[in-house]
């Protein structure tokens, strides 16, 4: 088993950045494949990004270059850099690691975080 947390949220201003943080609390899973989702509210979760242990990364169809996803793995730390942040990014953050099947977009994963607020106004 595994845990994972989220950390770097926060309430920022239209055009601001962040940096979210997702540490694993055990190497073990150090290459697997790490993704960051988001959920708005009333909304369906979505994928945001995701990075292989290699470090190729893919993005979701609505991501349009705001967003760097990258890893640390002596760190077992995935990160996601938001810049330009709009309030229509305002959603839990999300970070996953342990695919057991199909796409990453499709959401089954092993492990979740408990997620990280982003509020942007």
């Known amino acids: ?34 993704a960051w989702f988001r959920q708005a509210p009333e909304k ?8 292989w242990f290699s470090g190729s990364t ?3 169809d609505f991501v349009k270059g705001r967003f760097t996803i990258s890893r640390d793995n002596a760190k077992n730390t995935v990160y996601l ?26 959401q089954r994963f092993r492990y979740w975080g408990q997620g990280t607020q982003v509020t942007v106004s």
């Open 44 to 51: 369906e979760r979505e994928g945001v990004a995701a990075i």
């Open 1 to 34: 088993h595994v845990q994972l947390v989220e950390s770097g949220g926060g309430s920022v201003q239209d055009g601001g950045s962040l940096r979210l943080s997702c540490t694993a609390s055990s190497s073990t899973h150090n290459k697997r494949l790490l």
């Open 81 to 106: 850099q938001i810049n330009s942040l709009n309030p229509e990014d305002t959603a839990m953050y999300y970070c996953a690691t342990d695919l057991i099947f199909g796409s990453w977009k499709g």
């Open 58 to 60: 893919e993005y979701g």
